[in-house]
């Protein structure tokens, strides 16, 4: 599965848009990408998926370039309680193994 | 709907003395199932899969081991614990295709 790379730290004031990068360079053609967040100590929540069209749903938007090296995951209004750990992976269809990175832990501050 | 259910949720075990977690899944069948363990301030290591009974890939050789002796129970084990076995154990499972991972609420174990 491809690598990949996330800043380890970002902030964001509540209201305002949170963007958050995902570097996949060496990702394949059949890979998705996937994001999570993890609350402190919970489980990781699923928030969206994409192959290579952007895609939106009640949580997020998920944008991937068109040479689908990176993606960038928005939270369009930013809460305090969006502050949390979020990952970034890549998945082929066929594969069951999935690796998590160290992902961004988002500080949304009031 | 489908829920997974994981415990226990805190757990202090003394150095040496076996382990067990257990998980289960309701509302679906055939569950891939995974367990990651995340150190403290780390992120997510993933320790075993699985994508049937009796069919588990272990990812990091270490002190703990895996089984599924039923479709939708995946049990974590230790013989013997070990200082560096703590940490936060999490299951996981997902359909088939393209579906995301589901996590459960975690197990939070420290060896004393």
């Known amino acids: 599965d491809a690598k990949t790379t996330q800043p380890p730290s970002m902030d964001c004031a509540e209201g305002r848009a949170a963007n958050l990068p995902c570097n996949h360079s060496?990702?394949?053609?059949?890979?998705?990408v996937y994001w999570y967040r993890q609350i402190h100590s919970q489980g990781p929540q699923y928030i969206i998926h994409g192959l290579k069209n952007n895609e939106t749903n009640e949580m997020a938007s998920l944008i991937i370039t068109e040479d689908r090296k990176s993606s960038t995951l928005i939270l369009p209004h930013a809460t305090l309680r969006d502050t949390a750990v979020y990952y970034c992976i890549v998945r082929r269809d066929n594969t069951d193994k999935l690796i998590f990175g160290t992902g961004t832990r988002l500080q949304v501050f009031p | 709907s489908q829920t997974i259910h994981q415990w226990p949720a805190t757990l202090v075990q003394p150095v040496g003395s076996p382990l067990s977690l257990e998980c289960t899944v309701e509302g679906t069948s055939n569950p891939n199932l995974y367990w990651y363990r995340q150190a403290a301030g780390r992120g997510l290591q993933l320790l075993f899969y699985s994508i049937g009974i009796d069919q588990i890939s272990s990812e990091v050789p270490q002190n703990l081991s895996a089984s599924r002796p039923q479709d939708r129970q995946f049990i974590l084990s230790s013989k013997k614990l070990l200082l560096s076995d703590s940490g936060f154990y999490l299951c996981a499972w997902r359909g088939q295709g393209r579906s995301p991972l589901h996590f459960g609420n975690g197990t939070r174990l420290t060896v004393t």
């Open positions: 060496t990702i394949s053609g059949n890979e998705y």
